[in-house]
């Protein structure tokens, strides 16, 4: 089924969804015309530190660099993303709560890293830093969970050297709190993460649909039952957090995709931020948000 089908049927179901599906069906064609455009990946040197714990760093973060890194996140996002919106609109649809819930937090995550990357970016540029960016570069390319197992035979001929830690998810999601909310964050989409991660997690909140109690002198009768049954509450919610991640993601991703890095006369770096039109392009289209203002 297709994006614009699932969303015309839940808001049958759920007229009061009528203007957030409107918004996912509009960021959800915008992205569609958003290029891909090939980049050049130049050949870098990292640097392994291996004194107590395993460190990997950019020996040098050049302007090459960071046009491929954030080239790289810009893309991986949105299509990361956009891979996920159809199964999770289908599966808000047919009521599948659990197995939705899982989807949308892998949505989530990856806005979260589009917002964490920017957030460094943006302070690194600032203090004119580019070093500030030499470990999470390698950690947001080549992170990742199996580097635990490295010294495992079994695991040794999936591992590459530059494979290594990643970020810490938490803090992505707070850099898209304040990505999403400017001046009015919170830590409300902690909130929400957390709650994604009772889904994902074997945590008993998110199989209680599954689960039916009567009350009994003493206790209560627990039954669970193999088909899960709808929960019109979670559709609402699941939708809501769906659109707020598609469009700090997405905002995020494309902020990125605008940077832009050269080198003065003598070597020194220069940062060329996103113009002030592509700032208020990503602020009415992405964010879709009143044109009056403009992402920072």
């Not at 949308?104 to 920017?118: D, G, I, Q, V, W």
Request: glycine residues 6%; negative net charge.
């Amino acid at each position: 089924m297709k994006i614009d089908e699932a969303l015309a049927e839940l808001v049958r179901g759920h007229p009061e969804l009528e203007e957030t599906a409107a918004f996912v069906a509009a960021l959800y064609d915008e992205i569609g015309h958003v290029p891909l455009d090939p980049f050049f990946e130049p050949t870098s040197t990292i640097f392994i530190k291996k004194d107590g714990k395993e460190l990997h760093e950019l020996i040098e973060v050049r302007a090459q660099d960071l046009t491929c890194w954030t080239r790289h996140i810009s893309s991986s996002t949105l299509c990361r993303m956009r891979a996920l919106e159809e199964p999770i609109s289908e599966g808000l649809l047919a009521g599948k709560t659990l197995a939705t819930m899982v989807l949308l937090r892998s949505h989530f995550e990856a806005a979260a890293m589009a917002a964490y990357c920017l957030d460094r970016l943006t302070d690194a540029a600032r203090q004119d830093q580019p070093n500030a960016l030499n470990r999470l570069i390698p950690r947001t390319l080549f992170g990742t969970g199996l580097k635990k197992h490295r010294d495992k035979d079994s695991i040794a001929d999936l591992l590459t050297m530059c494979e290594g830690d990643t970020i810490r998810i938490c803090h992505a999601v707070d850099s898209l709190d304040r990505f999403y909310f400017r001046e009015a964050s919170e830590g409300k989409l902690a909130v929400v993460y957390s709650l994604l991660c009772d889904y994902a997690h074997p945590n008993h909140r998110g199989v209680l649909d599954f689960m039916h109690s009567a009350e009994r002198q003493d206790g209560w009768l627990i039954s669970y039952t193999k088909e899960e049954p709808p929960n019109p509450k979670m559709q609402v919610h699941g939708l809501e957090t769906l659109l707020v991640s598609m469009r700090g993601g997405y905002s995020a991703a494309e902020m990125l995709r605008c940077w832009r890095f050269s080198r003065k006369e003598g070597g020194m770096l220069e940062w060329h931020r996103p113009s002030v039109d592509d700032r208020a392009r990503v602020w009415e289209r992405f964010l879709q948000r009143p044109a009056s203002g403009g992402v920072a």
